[in-house]
């Protein structure tokens, strides 16, 4: 069965220095990955997708994460963190058998610090 | 221009109510989901519909009842409400096929 661990609950980072945020999946095939970010009291925004075309997607916004089969990670980074960027991560796989059914990480809650 | 829109923002009512929430998308998309998200964040599909055909149906108690009128709308109705249906619900798109998946801004409903 596919599976997401998203292996901080919390981090935090002073403006300016960068994010990384870490996600490792299980899954007995090439599962499509994403990360979507979810602001205080709003819906979730999709930031980027993995669907084997590349293995470093760019997102909005800045962010980036690299698709690593080998570690089975797909771990999200930005260079330089904005207040704005203060928000929930979530690292999300399809589940096989299609019907596009998506398998929600825990979260990761990012604080940046002035 | 509203992608994904959902009503009401915020439910509050007391347990043994019946209640509905509205989903609407304006995308042309053939496929709509529910999500449930508890009190720590996690996220967990309900249903899923396909031009108004029940597709994905997890384990979530037969008080929920999911009615697609057209693959546009997909509405929410819970029965007999309890205080661990206090929640925030979220609605979301996607192409017949697709897999990226368009979320609605949610819907607090709080049971007391």
């Known amino acids: 069965a596919q599976s997401v661990t998203q292996l901080d609950s919390h981090v935090s980072v002073s403006e300016g220095t960068p994010v990384l945020l870490r996600c490792n999946y299980s899954s007995s095939y090439s599962p499509s990955l994403f990360w979507y970010v979810q602001h205080p009291n709003k819906g979730l925004q999709l930031l980027l997708k993995y669907t084997s075309a590349a293995t470093l997607v760019k997102g909005i916004n800045g962010f980036e994460a690299e698709f690593k089969k080998s570690e089975t990670s797909f771990h999200l980074t930005k260079p330089s963190a904005h207040m704005s960027d203060a928000a929930e991560y979530f690292c999300v796989v399809t589940a096989f058998g299609g019907y596009n059914k998506l398998i929600f990480g825990a979260g990761t809650r990012l604080a940046v610090h002035p | 221009d509203t992608a994904v829109s959902q009503t009401p923002k915020y439910l509050v009512t007391q347990m043994g109510n019946d209640k509905s929430i509205k989903c609407e998308q304006n995308?042309?998309?053939?496929?709509m989901y529910w999500y449930k998200q508890d009190s720590k964040k996690f996220l967990k599909i309900m249903f899923s519909y396909n031009n108004k055909e029940l597709i994905i149906n997890e384990t979530v108690p037969n008080r929920f009842s999911p009615k697609s009128p057209d693959k546009a709308h997909l509405n929410l109705h819970i029965n007999s409400l309890e205080l661990g249906d206090s929640a925030v619900y979220f609605c979301a798109s996607s192409r017949a096929g697709g897999d990226t998946q368009y979320f609605g801004p949610g819907t607090r409903l709080t049971v007391l």
């Open positions: 995308l042309g998309h053939d496929t």
